[in-house]
């Protein structure tokens, strides 16, 4: 299947946004963004069984928001800021339409209480 | 059971995540972000049944990123804005902690290549 860049982009989002939906990955996403850290290290500040641990750290990694690195037997994380900067994108762009909508509505409004506007 | 502050700040922020990890949903903020609309104009771009549609609906109403009103027949909805912003804040508080490390390693580095500096 080949998708389209609206599509690879509404997949993408989908991806980052059901990362983010849950305490553990939002957790995993605070630590690393003071600086890489290895498996065990974010492990540790939670009681999670480790392969449960890791299920976490797959869809962070799925989703682009972290990266993996294997150095020897320790596997080492670090955060992936693009994957944060497409959400900060998006919640941009939502409000440049309230904002546009509330420019329109000003504009509206001073447009029906001049009466010297008329239609063209 | 009675929720802490943070464990409802975390579920909210679940909620959030999750609505928003769906393309119809995402778009129907989009739309809501123009102006309040009925359930029959937010449906009317998608090719999906009512009931399908109702599920997004629901989903964004539940985690509080729209609110619905029932004007005689017609159920109006719109866009609550404060649940956006609690993303918004997240992030930066994100990027204020990769933005403390830059500072922090540039105060380490500065430090370290000045003599003078000694422990305390």
Chains 1, 2 share one sequence.
Request: net charge neutral; glycine share 8%; with cysteine.
């Amino acid at each position: 299947m080949i998708l389209s860049h609206m599509e690879q982009y509404q997949s993408g989002l989908d991806g980052i946004f059901q990362a983010l939906a849950d305490p553990t990955r939002r957790a995993v996403i605070g630590r690393l963004g003071r600086g890489p850290a290895s498996i065990s290290e974010l492990a540790e500040p939670f009681e999670m069984a480790l392969p449960s641990f890791m299920k976490h750290i797959h869809v962070l990694e799925r989703s682009g928001c972290i990266i993996t690195r294997k150095d020897g037997r320790v596997r080492t994380c670090a955060i992936e800021t693009a994957a944060l900067a497409i959400v900060g994108d998006w919640l941009s762009a939502q409000r440049a339409l309230w904002e546009g909508r509330t420019d329109r509505l000003e504009q509206f409004l001073a447009e029906a209480t001049d009466p010297k506007e008329t239609p063209r």
